[in-house]
């Protein structure tokens, strides 16, 4: 049997639900309408500032599976012609040589690993990997030395400036967690920023 | 509630038994991976891939090599040219990368230019016959072996080539470095009726 000071207590607690019900549904909403915004605003992105060293070129460092020396760049602009807009790129020169003491395996270098790094906030664009010998997506063999290579950005038409920053990531030789079932071998993954390097370029105009 | 019914300790006796018979049914052959079977050979032999073949002809070392009348491309050490020819069977072959593996455990892959880096298998009932070139170190040959290495989503059973392409200490390897050809252009590939 029901006494008196439930029923009470039960009406009691029902104000109170009521009470702040619409509050909630408010707060609920906002969170739904802020969550959509930034969905639609391009995503929550942490920007770090930059973690790693700034050297001025030519250098010659270590990074991951590569070693890498970087010499100069240059912009190459391509006028406007009858069928096609105006286009510029970027061309870096740099001596790539196969460093992976661990596998000792041949590997081509992807174009992630290879930035140019536009600042202001941008995101860095990505290479198109390494082009050596006049092939492109080189496959370096461990224990030959450096070959000397080049590789290409993208860049708007408009692109300026002579003293350009490449970044440049590395691979670390490690394995996964293998609680979940993956092999626990190490293999190379894992980039990171490994350095980024202040390259001095010029500008030339390309015509056909 | 009673914790150990009869069904329950059932179910876990079964379990057990699945476990042992799996053991049971794991290949008794000795592999160099546990889901892989490794058909060996040489040069010239006909090695089962399936119920498909794959024969390696020739390998050749050069000093540069030729494709599609590009310009010929050079190198610091040496590239290994391997001819083969594949016989197609009925079932599935999937892809499968090439590689090349040395005593020191050096892994050489193929060149980009000539975009397959495997085993090219035609139609069923077709053979084809192609070529793969890897850059290799002129220092590091001791042992060369190719290696087809199926590519392969789930882990299954499967099965992989390797062919020993007879370089069994420096003496040969120097041999074959100093007779290496000032070029090798490498051939289209040809698909005929097996």
């Given at each position: 049997?029901?006494?008196?000071?439930?029923?009470?207590?039960?009406?009691?607690?029902?104000?109170?639900?009521?009470?702040?019900?619409?509050?909630?549904?408010?707060?609920?909403?906002?969170?739904?309408?802020?969550?959509?915004?930034?969905?639609?605003?391009?995503?929550?992105?942490?920007?770090?500032?930059?973690?790693?060293?700034?050297?001025?070129?030519?250098t010659t460092f270590e990074a991951g599976r590569y070693e890498f020396g970087v010499t100069s760049a240059q912009i190459i602009r391509t006028p406007k012609t009858k069928y096609d807009p105006a286009k510029a790129?970027?061309?870096?020169?740099?001596?790539?040589?196969?460093?992976?003491?661990?596998?000792?395996?041949?590997?081509?270098?992807?174009?992630?690993?290879?930035?140019?790094?536009?600042?202001?906030?941008?995101?860095?664009?990505?290479?198109?990997?390494?082009?050596?010998?006049?092939?492109?997506?080189?496959?370096?063999?461990?224990?030959?030395?450096?070959?000397?290579?080049?590789?290409?950005?993208?860049?708007?038409?408009?692109?300026?400036?002579?003293?350009?920053?490449?970044?440049?990531?590395?691979?670390?030789?490690?394995?996964?967690?293998?609680?979940?079932?993956?092999?626990?071998?190490?293999?190379?993954?894992?980039?990171?920023?490994?350095?980024?390097?202040?390259?001095?370029?010029?500008?030339?105009?390309?015509?056909? | 509630?009673?914790l150990y019914r009869t069904s329950t300790v059932l179910v876990g006796v079964l379990f057990v038994l699945l476990g042992g018979l799996t053991r049971l049914a794991t290949p008794e052959k000795v592999y160099d991976?546990?889901?892989r079977e490794i058909v060996h050979g040489t040069i010239g032999e006909t090695l089962k891939y399936r119920d498909s073949t794959i024969t390696v002809h020739r390998m050749k070392v050069a000093k540069a090599y030729?494709?599609?009348?590009?310009?010929?491309?050079?190198?610091?050490?040496?590239?290994?040219?391997?001819?083969?020819?594949?016989?197609?069977?009925?079932?599935?072959?999937?892809?499968?990368?090439?590689?090349?593996?040395?005593?020191?455990?050096?892994?050489?892959?193929?060149?980009?230019?000539?975009?397959?880096?495997?085993?090219?298998?035609?139609?069923?009932?077709?053979?084809?016959?192609?070529?793969?070139?890897?850059?290799?170190?002129?220092?590091?040959?001791?042992?060369?072996?190719?290696?087809?290495?199926?590519?392969?989503?789930?882990?299954?059973?499967?099965?992989?080539?390797?062919?020993?392409?007879?370089?069994?200490?420096?003496?040969?390897?120097?041999?074959?470095?100093?007779?290496?050809?000032?070029?090798?252009?490498?051939?289209?590939?040809?698909?005929?009726?097996?």
């Open positions: 049997m029901e006494s008196l000071d439930d029923v009470i207590d039960a009406m009691i607690a029902d104000r109170v639900i009521h009470r702040h019900r619409r509050k909630w549904l408010i707060a609920l909403a906002l969170v739904v309408v802020l969550v959509v915004v930034i969905l639609f605003t391009g995503g929550w992105k942490e920007k770090k500032g930059r973690t790693v060293d700034t050297v001025d070129a030519p790129r970027v061309e870096l020169s740099f001596d790539v040589k196969n460093i992976d003491d661990e596998e000792h395996k041949s590997n081509s270098l992807s174009g992630k690993m290879v930035l140019l790094v536009v600042g202001g906030g941008e995101d860095p664009i990505e290479s198109n990997g390494a082009t050596c010998r006049g092939a492109i997506n080189w496959v370096f063999v461990y224990g030959l030395p450096a070959e000397s290579c080049t590789t290409k950005f993208e860049v708007p038409a408009n692109f300026t400036g002579d003293k350009l920053e490449f970044g440049f990531l590395a691979e670390s030789y490690d394995s996964d967690i293998g609680l979940l079932g993956a092999s626990e071998d190490p293999y190379w993954h894992n980039e990171k920023a490994a350095m980024v390097v202040r390259v001095p370029t010029t500008t030339t105009t390309e015509t056909k | 509630m009673k991976s546990e889901n030729v494709y599609n009348d590009d310009k010929p491309v050079e190198t610091n050490g040496a590239f290994v040219a391997v001819e083969y020819e594949t016989v197609r069977g009925t079932e599935e072959v999937g892809s499968n990368d090439a590689t090349l593996t040395t005593d020191d455990g050096t892994e050489y892959r193929p060149v980009a230019a000539t975009i397959v880096n495997g085993a090219d298998f035609a139609e069923p009932g077709f053979a084809r016959s192609g070529s793969l070139v890897f850059e290799v170190n002129t220092a590091d040959l001791n042992g060369l072996t190719l290696n087809f290495v199926t590519v392969q989503f789930w882990t299954v059973l499967t099965q992989d080539v390797s062919v020993d392409l007879g370089v069994p200490d420096e003496k040969v390897a120097q041999q074959l470095v100093d007779t290496a050809a000032p070029e090798y252009v490498i051939p289209k590939s040809v698909t005929r009726v097996a």
